[in-house]
């Protein structure tokens, strides 16, 4: 995994009001720190909704928390006359450091396409969070154009045209893949996360490449992490489902124990 820091992100979609949120980082923490997890060897995100981010924030605040926090979406403007809304400014001032991009729910059941996901990308690095730009083929496009093409086509479009390009993240996530139970083989997933990397040492340069982490995310439970982080292409995984019960994701965050046995 080069030198990259592990990234274990969960992203919880629109479950759990902002009780349940509490409820589950609760537990979530106290599960991991019952297992000695080190955060600076494996970072541990959640990702909750909107509703719940200032209720999270000030749990992770109050108790010292050292899991991070992410949103699920943010708007390409600042601030202004967009009815329903969030600027990336908000989600700064509540510590998000992270927020998902383009995910295939949004591309799906909001028509987000390319140029919508490259401005909420340019409002993420404005506001000085960190975009975790997701990727992936539907099932079609995999017929047709192969594993690699749409996420690499995916990739390059969120980044184009950047003045000041901060840390992002990638999450390779075939769409066929998600809340299926079908997963791509670590195989599959090592060869597509190596071809987002050598494209993005051909568009921005070796450096940010090596930089970059690029996740797995797709049906991922805790008996099926390691298999996909053993490969140095994959630098942590996006999960959704399983991210809801705190034992399975802290099972997915100390993936590290299972590849060292
Ligand atoms: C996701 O929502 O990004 C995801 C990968 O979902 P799941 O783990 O449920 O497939």
């Given at each position: 995994?080069?030198?990259?820091?592990?990234?274990?992100?969960?992203?919880?979609?629109?479950?759990?009001?902002?009780?349940?949120?509490?409820?589950?980082?609760?537990?979530?923490?106290?599960?991991?720190?019952?297992?000695?997890?080190?955060?600076?060897?494996?970072?541990?995100?959640?990702?909750?909704?909107?509703?719940?981010?200032?209720?999270?924030?000030?749990?992770?605040?109050?108790?010292?928390?050292?899991?991070?926090?992410?949103?699920?979406?943010?708007?390409?403007?600042?601030?202004?006359?967009?009815?329903?809304?969030?600027?990336?400014?908000?989600?700064?001032?509540?510590?998000?450091?992270?927020?998902?991009?383009?995910?295939?729910?949004?591309?799906?059941?909001?028509?987000?396409?390319?140029?919508?996901?490259?401005?909420?990308?340019?409002?993420?690095?404005?506001?000085?969070?960190?975009?975790?730009?997701?990727?992936?083929e539907t099932l079609e496009e995999l017929e047709?154009?192969?594993?690699?093409?749409?996420?690499?086509?995916?990739?390059?479009?969120?980044?184009?045209?950047?003045?000041?390009?901060?840390?992002?993240?990638?999450?390779?996530?075939p769409v066929w893949a998600?809340?299926t139970?079908k997963?791509?083989?670590?195989?599959?997933?090592?060869?597509?996360?190596?071809?987002?990397?050598?494209?993005?040492?051909?568009?921005?340069?070796?450096?940010?490449?090596?930089?970059?982490?690029?996740?797995?995310?797709?049906?991922?439970?805790?008996?099926?992490?390691?298999?996909?982080?053993?490969?140095?292409?994959?630098?942590?995984?996006?999960?959704?489902?399983?991210?809801?019960?705190?034992?399975?994701?802290?099972?997915?965050?100390?993936?590290?124990?299972?590849?060292?046995?």
């Amino acid at each position: 995994m080069a030198n990259r820091v592990p990234l274990i992100a969960g992203n919880w979609k629109m479950n759990l009001d902002h009780q349940q949120a509490i409820a589950l980082v609760q537990k979530l923490s106290w599960t991991l720190k019952d297992a000695d997890h080190d955060y600076k060897t494996t970072e541990v995100v959640v990702f909750p909704p909107f509703t719940d981010i200032r209720s999270v924030q000030t749990l992770m605040d109050a108790d010292k928390l050292e899991l991070g926090l992410g949103a699920q979406d943010l708007s390409k403007f600042d601030s202004g006359a967009y009815t329903g809304e969030i600027s990336g400014a908000f989600l700064s001032k509540l510590d998000v450091k992270y927020v998902l991009v383009g995910h295939s729910e949004r591309r799906q059941y909001h028509s987000e396409g390319d140029d919508v996901i490259q401005a909420k990308t340019a409002a993420a690095f404005r506001h000085g969070l960190v975009p975790v730009i997701c990727v992936g083929e539907t099932l079609e496009e995999l017929e047709t154009e192969g594993q690699s093409a749409v996420p690499i086509r995916q990739t390059l479009a969120a980044l184009a045209g950047h003045d000041n390009i901060g840390e992002f993240v990638i999450a390779y996530e075939p769409v066929w893949a998600i809340g299926t139970g079908k997963v791509a083989t670590a195989e599959e997933a090592a060869a597509v996360c190596g071809k987002i990397r050598e494209a993005l040492a051909a568009e921005l340069g070796e450096a940010v490449a090596q930089s970059t982490r690029i996740l797995y995310g797709g049906s991922v439970k805790a008996n099926n992490v390691a298999g996909f982080l053993r490969s140095t292409e994959v630098d942590g995984v996006l999960v959704g489902g399983a991210s809801l019960d705190a034992e399975e994701f802290s099972g997915i965050a100390r993936f590290l124990k299972h590849i060292a046995l």
